[in-house]
């Protein structure tokens, strides 16, 4: 039977900025260790979607727990590990992979409106995406339709995962509070994203020269040296944002080595 999932609290706007700050020091405390545990996320993932294409998104959620759980024990002094990435297959699974389900139909739906919007079909986007003279006005349509119909899918989806974990929560349930929980701490969230965007930024720009500097076989490695810590600390930051928002009494910064 479902719990009663914890409340939550409208947060500061400017703590969406300390949540990033907080991923990254959890990350930089023992980043050997994320480093591995993202590098086998992101290969699992890749060999999915090469075996069954857009459905590889039903794995997503369940393996996205794994760093909720490498997180939550690393604030209690232990050592993130692998075994914590599969960590999903053994937490209330039923209610994990709709969770996959919602994503992908929402973002099939959301790019199906954004092509009808501009009158395209995904042959035709392709078509001139290859010959490099997309419409502009028609790219724009599709990015702001898809942009406006996945921002609720985003909200549904932001605290779900960590709520069916750690609060045994349903999967209506999780999606519920995830959404009022979300509109709740959108200033916050927004401000999240800014400074997510931020740092991806400052990375690529740090990066960039190398890329002109190295040989072509070495640019595909430099270029997953940014990808894998950046996807690091993005799903770190799932675990901060559902702690400052649902825990807001336990501080993230009690993180052994965090501190």
């Known amino acids: 039977m479902s719990q009663p999932v914890p409340f939550f609290a409208p947060v500061p706007a400017r703590e969406g900025a300390e949540w990033v700050q907080l991923s990254w020091r959890i990350f930089r405390a023992h980043w050997p260790r994320y480093i591995g545990l ?102 724009m349509r599709v990015m702001l339709v898809t942009l406006a119909i996945t921002l609720p899918l985003t909200a549904a989806l932001w605290f779900s995962p960590a709520l069916i974990v750690f609060s045994d929560a349903g999967f209506a349930q999780a999606i519920g509070a995830s959404v009022r929980a979300s509109l709740a701490n959108w200033l916050s969230m927004s401000v999240y994203g800014v400074a997510m965007f931020g740092l991806t930024v400052l990375a690529v720009v740090l990066v960039s020269p190398l890329l002109y500097l190295l040989p072509a076989k070495m640019v595909l490695t430099t270029v997953m040296l940014l990808v894998v810590p950046l996807t690091a600390i993005r799903m770190i930051s799932d675990y901060v944002c559902y702690r400052r928002v649902f825990h807001r009494e336990e501080r993230v910064t009690k993180v052994a080595g965090a501190g």
């Open 38 to 139: 993202t590098s086998l996320y992101l290969l699992l993932m890749q060999m999915c979607a090469a075996i069954v294409g857009p459905l590889c998104m039903l794995l997503n959620p369940i393996l996205s727990v794994g760093f909720l759980a490498a997180a939550w024990h690393h604030e209690r002094g232990e050592l993130p590990e692998v075994k914590h990435l599969f960590a999903g297959f053994k937490s209330n699974l039923r209610a994990l992979l709709p969770l996959g389900g919602v994503h992908l139909v929402g973002l099939l739906f959301a790019l199906t409106m954004g092509l009808l919007a501009s009158g395209l079909s995904l042959d035709q986007l392709k078509g001139f995406e290859e010959q490099g003279a997309v419409p502009q006005e028609a790219l």
